[in-house]
């Protein structure tokens, strides 16, 4: 007797099976929304083998002249910056329970997916995990400036360096540990500088003028260092270049490897999927960022 398939899309024997289009299309929609880089830098859409862009790295220099005299001539300098996209995967195994009917499995992957995807994003472009290749950037070289000395103070520096680059700095990101900072920091009176309210604020939701965001990604302990707590910089400057929206399939067949252990799917009732998207990150200008830290040690 034939099998009936009127709840589910597949049976025991088929495999590799692509989920609907929108699936991938609200993936990469709510992985943008949970990373903060691929929310506030530009988007491009790369070819597979990456593009190399023109950068103006020095503008035309005029100058007053008298009357009659020659005009100064000043030609602009020009470099340029490849994107190049790698791959980033993830395989999550669900038990059977989740293949009961498409809802349940499109509700799975747009929940569990797209943080995973985000914070591996945000973490190599801020420098915490090893870049996957040569020509992926990341703001590891940027300048430290301490903000737990002398919050106020310090912010405003960071947000300086920025303009003093050339940038116009255009949002914060902050760890989670960092907003016990900005929340402690007091004017000369003792009243909090970055919120009006004390019983009605809980958060701290701009800077000095600029939106502040607030990712765990942004963290990153220092072993024999301060700790990173954020970033702040002209976030124009930053591109990240995607081939091609993110590809969910769907298996219950395969036989995956989490580290040394083996997994059956079909021997344990359980299916998988598997979700990839080939991305890139570039920075165009290194200066126009700043990492924030911690003090330390600490006193």
């Known amino acids: 007797m034939a099998l009936d398939t009127t709840k589910v899309d597949v049976n025991r024997t088929t495999t590799g099976i692509v989920l609907p289009s929108e699936i991938s299309s609200e993936v990469i929609a709510k992985t943008q929304e949970s990373s903060f880089v691929m929310a506030n830098a530009r988007r491009m859409v790369i070819p597979g083998p990456g593009i190399t862009l023109d950068v103006i790295e020095t503008d035309p220099k005029p100058a007053w002249v008298d009357e009659t005299a020659e005009k100064t001539v000043s030609t602009p300098t020009f470099g340029s910056k490849k994107i190049v996209p790698y791959k980033m995967a993830v395989i999550v195994p669900f038990s059977n329970q989740f293949r009961r009917d498409k809802d349940t499995l499109y509700n799975a992957v747009i929940e569990r997916v797209p943080g995973t995807l985000a914070a591996l994003f945000d973490a190599t472009a801020f420098g915490f995990q090893s870049a996957p290749g040569s020509n992926f950037d990341t703001l590891s070289g940027a300048t430290a400036v301490d903000i737990e000395a002398d919050t106020y103070d310090n912010l405003v520096t960071a947000k300086t360096t920025v303009s003093t680059a050339g940038g116009s700095a255009t949002a914060w990101v902050f760890a989670p540990q960092a907003e016990s900072i900005l929340l402690m920091a007091k004017d000369s009176s003792g009243r909090p500088i970055f919120i009006d309210s004390p019983t009605d604020q809980g958060g701290v939701g701009r800077v000095l003028s600029l939106p502040a965001y607030y990712r765990q990604a942004a963290y990153n302990a220092g ?12 976030w124009n400057k930053a591109v990240y270049g995607i081939v091609e929206d993110i590809t969910v399939e769907y298996s219950n067949q395969a036989t995956i490897n989490d580290g040394n252990k083996q997994i059956n ?9 598997r979700c990839e998207i080939e991305v890139g990150f570039a920075v165009m200008d290194e200066d126009c960022f700043v990492r924030l830290t911690d003090t330390y040690p600490k006193a």
Do not use: K, Y
Request: proline share 0%; glycine share 10%.
């Open 223 to 234: 072993s024999s260092a301060a700790n990173t707590i954020g970033f702040v910089g002209d």
């Open 265 to 273: 799917l079909w021997q344990r009732n359980m299916f998988a999927l």
